[in-house]
């Protein structure tokens, strides 16, 4: 349940809303509410082992990559990224990511019409 406060929202990470979903655990930014946006969002917790499902979309999309260690896996290898790092996705790149440490990999994955 979101906090509010004179012109705030808290929407707290919630990790009970978590949905396994596409070789992940996530959380949707969308429903909420009244917001209202250009983007759509997900918070991402890639659990040891876990891959997502191999993909392209017509969206760019951004990883705000938050905590623990992953890699993004495209069609010229393996790009390994942590905690601090962000990611850029052009249109129509085929991707998955994957968690092959011993500790969860968690990111913010945004996405918006190119």
Known sequence: ??????????????PARLER???????????WGDLTAPFHGAWCVLRPGDVTDVHRHTERELFICMAGRGEVRTADGSHPVAAGDLVLLPVDTDHA??????????????WWQA
């Open 21 to 31: 979903a596409h070789g992940l655990d996530l959380g949707l930014l969308h429903p």
């Open 97 to 110: 990511v994957a968690n092959p440490h011993d500790e969860d990999f968690t990111y913010y994955a945004i």
């Open 1 to 14: 349940m979101p906090e509010t406060a004179p012109g705030l929202t808290i929407r707290r990470q919630e």
